[in-house]
């Protein structure tokens, strides 16, 4: 049965025989892509996290390196082997390159014939992205939901999705935090790439999901992956999964929510929770922003600027007499009832896609799933609700 929580599957996938990559050819596959002006981001070692970043080199990658996280911990070290994506996800997700942090929409110039009013020229990069997680292919999905398919499209994420090139790599172990399996996202990749790839000991088994990832397969140096070959791939993902433990039941969570808008436990979080909105900014689906007006020194330019937001901002619901949402309270249940509940209602799928991201970088630990289960098992009556 379809997990109804899950975002929209994909259309049929391109079916093509999987490839094995000797582990010395990898360069090669940043090669081709730099040759054909892709500029590749992928995960490399920033300030003791792995993050997604412009790179060139396999040298660049985090070979040897993995993490361990838990709520409000978040620990990379050295691993036992030399596996190049022997990590689960960092801090950074493939929002900030899809949907930049910040953004200049518009701007006007006052000249000798007064202001002159312009769309600012923003060249988008042709970005190959390196190393995307089956969890983070269903952000995308949910991205694509938001920012493409609605009746405004945001011109700044079109023209960056759809020149983007993914290629992803299946999980081979799963954090303490991860609960991608609850919400049917992961963490095998089963669609929404050009290709993918599965790190084995003698090479990468890479498979084609698009037309285009199976012309720039046919150009590597490649060969046909055996049977067993395809039965270890499968093993690894197989091995992740057992590894996930975490769980959050989605069946009727959506109705629980909004029929508890009044429970005592909002208040409970609130006293751990700081409004941070560090949850908001590792999160891979949050697409809040707020638009301001900057001026020059002088007065004679202005700019029209779009930055990432959080619900979690007091400001962010500000409006003439106050802010809307003004306790803590009010603005983790927003976030929380729009993450699991409501986002079906605007989209038809949900928010969350079970990374644990917000969990790893909560400084009070605090846990979605937890929280969202002590909320609907809590009874429930008609003067509670609202």
């Not at 499209?153 to 960056?160: C, S, T």
């Not at 050009?194 to 990832?213: K, P, Q, S, V, Y």
């Amino acid at each position: 049965m379809t997990d109804p929580t899950a975002p929209d599957p994909q259309p049929p996938r391109f079916q093509a025989d999987p490839r094995l990559l000797p582990h010395d050819d990898l360069q090669q596959l940043l090669d081709l892509l730099t040759d054909d002006g892709f500029t590749i981001v992928g995960p490399t070692v920033r300030q003791s996290a792995v993050v997604y970043d412009p790179i060139c080199s396999v040298e660049e990658l985090p070979r040897g390196w993995t993490d361990s996280q838990q709520p409000g911990r978040y620990r990379l070290h050295r691993g036992d082997d030399d596996r190049w994506f022997g990590f689960v996800v960092g801090p950074d997700s493939w929002k900030k390159h899809l949907f930049p942090p910040s953004a200049t929409l518009a701007r006007a110039e006052k000249t000798a014939e007064g202001w002159q009013f312009a769309a600012p020229e923003q060249p988008q990069p042709k970005l190959a992205l390196l190393g995307v997680r089956a969890c983070d292919l269903a952000a995308i999905r949910v991205q694509d939901r938001v920012l493409l398919d609605g009746p405004a499209a945001d011109p700044v994420y079109r023209a960056r999705r759809e020149q983007a090139l993914i290629v992803a790599v299946n999980c081979a172990q799963a954090a303490s935090t991860c609960f991608c399996t609850s919400m049917g996202t992961g963490p095998h990749c089963s669609g929404g790439f050009d290709l993918a790839m599965t790190e084995l000991a003698d090479g990468f088994m890479i498979e084609a999901g698009t037309r285009r990832g199976a012309e720039l397969l046919e150009r590597l140096s490649t060969t046909a992956a055996t049977q067993a070959q395809q039965e270890a791939a499968r093993d690894v993902v197989q091995q992740a999964t057992q590894q996930v433990t975490r769980w959050l039941e989605t069946e009727g969570l959506r109705e629980s929510l909004l029929e508890r808008l009044d429970h005592p436990r909002w208040d409970e979080i609130a006293k751990r929770c700081t409004s941070c909105g560090n949850c908001t900014m590792v999160c891979p689906t949050c697409y809040c922003s707020s638009v301001e007006q900057v001026s020059d020194l002088d007065g004679d330019r202005v700019e029209h600027q779009r930055r990432w937001d959080s619900c979690f901002n007091i400001d962010f619901t500000f409006v003439s007499g106050g802010p809307v949402r003004g306790s803590i309270a009010s603005r983790y249940r927003q976030w929380l009832v729009h993450k699991l509940s409501t986002w079906h209602d605007q989209f038809g799928m949900s928010g969350c896609i079970g990374c644990g991201r917000c969990i790893t970088w909560c400084p009070e630990r605090i846990d979605l799933t937890e929280e969202a289960d002590a909320v609907r098992s809590a009874p429930c009556s008609t003067q509670e609700a609202k």
